[in-house]
């Protein structure tokens, strides 16, 4: 940031600055870009982040376990459940505690349907950002039915809290398969229209193929992860790869960028990606509700949590990749130190050395292609 | 519960019959009686109509000096002015309604639907609210620039109209350099922005301006281009004239009776939807990715100002389009010589004159309606486009088609010239095709809703 002042000072004032943020349109959150521009073309836009640090991590070590749980849903909001899950796995690990099938189940249901409805204000908002408005409410639109199902199963819609230390909260209410089955005959069907809509469209395919493409070396380099990664044709995915939970019993593919419009790597890849992660999701939902198993959902956990002295490292699948919680006990009822690391973080940063040469619109393809969301940046 | 702290949203979902019959009688009542009036008062506006009406009405106007006549033709063609800016405003805030209701149904929304029927009234609320608004003027702003751009867009929007034809005799003005008279004045608008976007003292409204100079002076040219066509079909400039050439039947419009007039046609929307900043070419004020464009500074009425324009181009685009190449006001069975015989050899023309008149306003606000909503369709469909896309779009295909169909239309005139049986064929076969495509998209669009499992339901408004 300093840097980038003094640059300002030596230049002759033949390139202009521009606030890209805190308050966007675009940048999906209080996120601001330093954007140095010469006409349309960027020289470098320079992520500024920490507009919406919360001190989450902090909380982590002040407040007992089981209490931090509603906290982690505010690590990313578009995608609660998958930062629930993490940080209870996480917990798991330092109690040594088996979490019964069931709950392993109800976990993976409830996190695919979750990462459907965070791929959908992905899609859907990236859309938006290109100019197009009504695919982003269809994509709203078949949202909100997912919100209403989660909302029956553990009566929130956005801040889950769902996912406890040794299991999930609450069983499935009655009628509540048949609920999602008849919302996945419907989806599948809309994952269709939706493609035909918008994502082959002529425009929105000139707009996004073959910019700011990231290669896979670079992509790993950088340390992004989830759809970001496999966008850039790197095959990696904790679910299949890492296996935990529930996930080794469901078959799925990983779908993986390869140029389906022009290179691997570019913004439609990434967005393409999704589209596909959202098809496999609906599949794994379906196998998880066919092969629920009967039981227990919450394991035997004290009232009072005391783990041993020790560390543990959880890494989960999120919507924004990979999501790794790092709980460090000294063994009294309250976390030593709690580490969040997220997708969105390691995404702001291949920014800057993406954006020399892209166009201002090319900038907004590739932030909404990055799928970041503030809190999880800064949490 | 009073009636102040009751839950409005709770209310049953059928409309109060009262608020319907307002609704239905404002709405249908204010463009027509501003119609009206337009159709009254423009054949009126001539010198020799105004003598020959204020005579009937017992006003001898041969008493009076040159001078005075001068000025009572003066105060007539100030009133026609003023209901035409009056008409534009209208159907600018009814554009938004409908623009509104038609991609509220496009999105799986409800839409507007709280100020009166079908929220008819809530063009008129806003423009309200807006008028109310505090008027800010960015600190470091050229205050003078920043007040007069939306006057220079207002007024090249409003002068389009003085060579806008309403219908057969419903013209302000029919000059002889029509369609060149209008493309001159619309080019004040992207004055007006360009003086919003430098004076507002933001980087984004200077991007917006900036966008927006290259965007409209560049698609002037293939619009400019292709409006050429059907002026060599007919042999004329002005937009009556072109009307008269065409024929009422969709086979002896412009448009359906030179396959390349169909082409220019196409080019011809696309600019005009450049020009007006709609969709896919709104980058100018790409939300996205510009905040709001050249309007990011504005606030009350003067976005007022600039919010009516944009709303009432589309208007202007629709009946332009339609003049030149879907037969204008051409009412079916009435050529000229049953307007002339209608007319009769009066001074007043008689009764059945003035109900073709009617008719031919019918015809054409028609036309202008579904060419408009096309123009919403397209706006609730397609992303948007960038800027060096938008560029080499311009250049690289409808500058050298609108040549290819200018070229293309005059050796067309040639055949037609030597074989007048072309153009018959032509329109014939033209139209049997459109009959076809639109055949085949009313199925995919059936297709499309079913597949989702949906069904085509025109109630549920």
């Given at each position: 940031m300093e840097k980038l002042i003094l640059r300002r000072v030596d230049r002759q004032n033949e390139e202009m600055i521009l606030n890209f943020g805190p308050q966007h349109p675009s940048t999906h959150g209080v996120i601001n870009f330093l954007v140095e521009t010469d006409g349309e073309v960027l020289k470098r836009a320079t992520p500024d982040v920490g507009y919406l640090h919360r001190s989450i991590e902090k909380i982590g070590e002040l407040v007992g376990y089981p209490g931090f749980m509603p906290y982690t849903d505010r690590v990313d909001y578009v995608a609660a459940m998958f930062a629930n899950e993490g940080y209870a796995i996480a917990v798991e690990k330092l109690l040594k505690l088996e979490v019964p099938p069931r709950a392993q189940w109800l976990r993976a249901i409830s996190c695919e349907l979750c990462r459907i409805a965070s791929h959908l204000v992905s899609v859907g908002t990236m859309v938006m950002d290109i100019g197009a408005f009504t695919p982003m409410l269809h994509g709203i639109r078949e949202r909100e039915t997912i919100n209403d199902l989660i909302e029956a199963l553990?009566?929130?819609?956005?801040?889950?809290?769902?996912?406890?230390?040794?299991?999930?909260?609450f069983d499935l209410p009655e009628g509540w398969r048949d609920k999602v089955l008849a919302f996945l005959d419907h989806f599948d069907k809309f994952l269709v229209e939706y493609d035909r809509l918008i994502s082959f469209n002529e425009i929105y395919v000139k707009r996004l193929a073959n910019v700011a493409v990231i290669p896979g070396p670079m992509a790993v380099n950088y340390g992004l992860v989830g759809p970001n990664l496999r966008g850039s044709g790197v095959d990696w995915d904790v679910r299949r790869d890492m296996p935990y939970g529930a996930y080794p019993n469901f078959q799925f593919k990983v779908p993986v960028g390869k140029g389906y419009f022009g290179v691997s790597g570019d913004s439609f890849d990434r967005y393409y990606v999704r589209c596909l992660e959202m098809a496999e999701s609906s599949k794994i939902v379906r196998q998880a509700l066919e092969s629920l198993p009967e039981g227990e959902?919450?394991?035997?956990?004290?009232?009072n949590i005391k783990p041993e002295a020790g560390e543990a490292l959880s890494r989960v699948e999120s919507a924004r990749g990979e999501m790794a919680y790092y709980v460090v006990s000294d063994?009294?009822?309250?976390?030593y130190r709690v580490r969040v690391r997220t997708g969105s973080f390691t995404a702001m940063s291949v920014i800057e050395d993406i954006s020399p040469g892209l166009m201002v619109a090319d900038l907004v393809a590739l932030i909404s292609s990055l799928d970041v969301v503030a809190p999880e940046i800064d949490r | 519960m009073n009636a102040k702290t009751q839950d409005l949203s709770a209310r049953s979902g059928k409309t109060a019959r009262g608020v319907l019959l307002a609704t239905l009688a404002f709405g249908f009542g204010l463009p027509t009686v501003l119609l009206a009036a337009v159709l009254v008062l423009s054949p009126v506006s001539k010198p020799a109509m105004l003598v020959a009406a204020l005579r009937a009405v017992g006003v001898d106007l041969s008493a009076w000096s040159p001078n005075a006549r001068y000025v009572l033709w003066a105060v007539v063609m100030v009133v026609l002015a003023l209901i035409i800016v009056t008409f534009a405003a209208v159907i600018s805030g009814m554009t938004v309604w409908w623009e509104m209701r038609v991609s509220a149904r496009m999105q799986s929304r409800i839409g507007y639907n709280r100020v009166g029927a079908g929220g008819y009234f809530q063009w008129i609320a806003d423009a309200v609210k807006l008028l109310f608004k505090e008027d800010l003027i960015p600190a470091d702003a050229d205050k003078l620039l920043f007040r007069a751009s939306p006057y220079f867009v207002l007024t090249g929007f409003a002068l389009v109209f003085v060579a806008l034809p309403f219908g057969e005799s419903l013209i302000a003005a029919d000059l002889n350099v029509g369609i060149f008279y209008i493309t001159a004045v619309t080019a004040l608008v992207v004055v007006g922005i360009l003086i919003a976007g430098w004076s507002s003292n933001s980087k984004w409204a200077l991007f917006g301006g900036m966008r927006s100079a290259a965007q409209v002076i560049s698609y002037e040219i293939p619009a400019g281009l292709s409006a050429m066509v059907p002026v060599l079909m007919s042999g004329t400039l002005s937009m009556q004239g072109i009307t008269r050439s065409q024929g009422a039947w969709p086979w002896e419009w412009h448009a359906f009776t030179n396959p390349f007039a169909l082409v220019a046609f196409g080019i011809f929307f696309v600019s005009q939807l450049a020009e007006g900043n709609r969709t896919p070419f709104d980058l100018p004020e790409a939300e996205s990715e510009?905040?709001?464009?050249?309007?990011?500074?504005y606030s009350g009425f003067r976005f007022a100002l600039f919010f009516l324009v944009e709303f009432g181009n589309l208007w202007v685009m629709s009946a332009i389009a339609v003049t030149l190449f879907f037969g204008g006001w051409q009412v079916p069975f009435a050529g000229p010589e049953v307007f002339a015989a209608a007319r009769g050899a009066g001074e007043l023309p008689g009764a059945t004159w003035w109900g073709l008149q009617v008719a031919s306003m019918l015809v054409f606000v028609t036309k202008t309606l579904l060419v408009l909503n096309v123009v919403v369709w397209v706006r609730w469909t397609l992303p948007r486009i960038r800027v060096d896309q938008m560029m080499s779009l311009c250049w690289k295909y409808l500058v050298p088609f609108a040549f290819v169909t200018f070229v293309a239309t005059l050796l067309w005139e040639i055949l037609v010239a030597r074989a007048p049986v072309a153009s018959h064929v032509a329109g014939g076969a033209m139209v049997a095709a459109m009959v076809v495509v639109a055949f085949f998209f009313a199925r995919q669009t059936r297709q499309n809703i079913s597949a989702v499992g949906d069904r085509v339901d025109f109630t549920n408004w």
């Open positions: 553990c009566g929130a819609r956005l801040t889950y809290n769902y996912h406890r230390i040794g299991g999930v909260a959902i919450t394991a035997k956990v004290p009232r063994g009294t009822n309250k976390a | 510009l905040v709001a464009g050249y309007l990011s500074e």
